[in-house]
């Protein structure tokens, strides 16, 4: 693997943990043609900052506009296919004895790719809800914000926007999993947004071995008994090849 060394205690620490748990963010849906949550953004979008448009004051100020971006960005993601990192984890998944996903990626590649329980910390963008009464409805209107049929409120994207509570259960869900296992991989993200990015120190306060993989320092990377510079779908199948047999 080009320029990536993958150091043998990682690849026994792999072969060897009873339960796994991995954290992904959205640089592992980078090589899928998905920009991350903080690149620059293009075209007609160029001009907005993602932190300004995914909250829930920028749609009570201007629905409009806040669903035009998430109809762009759904776009973006219904064209996307899963790359080799997403079908590592879904390898994984069926070896490891014990496995647990996280992501905080709201495009599907996980379950596409055909990974079985993902824990969705941010929602999905595939899905809509009603404002008001939460209920999921599978509609996505005709460029405008459409309306619910029951309460006449505004449909929103399934997702959690800035300074909003995370779905309920996810995070008490995610945290077990951290605090109960041997090796935690923390893939693509950038480990700045809290509450998830919280969870790998979870992880390590318990003595799991914690991974980062990712082309760029973090947060994280002090803390990390490993750190793989690369992208993550190269490192994971190479990881996983070391590590099988
Ligand atoms: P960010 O955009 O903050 O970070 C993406 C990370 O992926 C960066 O650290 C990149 O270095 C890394 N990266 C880029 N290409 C990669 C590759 N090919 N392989 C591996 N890593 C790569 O995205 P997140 O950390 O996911 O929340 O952002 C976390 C949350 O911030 C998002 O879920 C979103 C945002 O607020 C909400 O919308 C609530």
Redesign the pocket.
């Known amino acids: 693997m080009p320029g990536v060394e993958i150091a043998s205690q990682l690849v026994e620490a792999l072969r060897t943990a009873g339960r796994v748990v991995a954290l992904t963010?959205?640089?592992?849906s980078?090589?899928s043609g998905v920009p991350?949550?903080?690149?620059a953004q293009t075209g007609l979008w160029a001009r907005y900052d993602p932190?300004e448009l995914?909250t829930p004051e920028a749609f009570a100020r201007n629905p409009r506009l806040v669903w035009e971006w998430y109809e762009w960005r759904r776009d973006l993601v219904g064209r996307a296919q899963p790359n080799p990192?997403h079908q590592a984890l879904v390898e994984l998944e069926t070896r490891a004895p014990d496995f647990t996903l996280i992501t905080?990626?709201?495009d599907g590649l996980h379950q596409t790719a055909g990974s079985r329980a993902v824990i969705e910390l941010?929602g999905n963008i595939r899905r809509t809800r009603c404002s008001q009464e939460g209920v999921i409805i599978e509609e996505y209107g005709d460029g405008r914000p459409p309306r619910c049929h029951r309460c006449g409120d505004f449909l929103r994207p399934d997702?959690?926007?800035?300074g909003e509570m995370l779905p309920p259960g996810a995070l008490e869900e995610a945290s077990e999993a951290a605090r109960g296992c041997d090796l935690f991989l923390s893939?693509?993200?950038?480990?700045?947004?809290y509450p998830?990015a919280g969870i790998p120190y979870e992880a390590l306060e318990n003595g799991a071995t914690v991974v980062e993989?990712?082309?760029?320092e973090?947060p994280l990377t002090p803390r990390a008994n490993f750190v793989l510079r690369g992208?993550?779908?190269e490192v994971l199948p190479e990881l996983l090849a070391m590590s099988s047999g």
């Open positions: 963010g959205s640089g592992i980078a090589e991350t949550f903080r690149d932190q995914a990192a905080q990626n709201v941010h997702v959690v926007w800035f893939i693509g993200t950038s480990s700045l947004v998830a993989i990712n082309p760029s973090t992208r993550a779908g």
